[in-house]
């Protein structure tokens, strides 16, 4: 499966964004979904993901209560709601493919999308 991410951009501390990661083929809803993020000079991170239905979430604890992540299948897109942005929260955002937590059991990488937080 291939991804494209869109959505990011600079925003003052407290704002939001959603970011977008549309998926092409026909198998996206077979497929658990993750978005990660690496920060410069960091590694990358889970930050939520997300079962093949939608029916079981998962956040890292540095954005729970603050990130919603969703899908809708019917379109290939999965979406990550950001709220209460931090400048800690500034990095790349990469939606992966087939895994929901673990780096290594992603399957495909989308491209990145900045996401830059003032304070």
């Known amino acids: 499966v291939q991804l494209q991410a869109s959505g990011g951009g600079l925003v003052q501390a407290g704002g939001s964004l959603r970011l977008s990661c549309a998926a092409s083929g026909r198998t996206f809803s077979n497929y658990a979904m993750g978005w990660f993020r690496q920060a410069p000079g960091k590694q990358r991170e889970i930050v939520a993901g997300?079962?093949?239905?939608?029916?079981?979430?998962n956040y890292a604890n540095s954005v729970k209560g603050r990130f919603t992540i969703s899908r809708d299948n019917a379109k290939n897109t999965v979406y990550l709601q950001m709220n209460s942005l931090e400048p800690e929260d500034t990095a790349v955002y990469y939606c992966?493919?087939?895994?929901?937590?673990?780096?290594?059991?992603?399957?495909?990488w989308g491209q990145g999308t900045l996401v830059t937080v003032s304070s």
């Open positions: 997300i079962n093949f239905s939608g029916s079981n979430t």
């Open positions: 992966a493919a087939g895994s929901m937590w673990r780096i290594d059991g992603v399957r495909s």
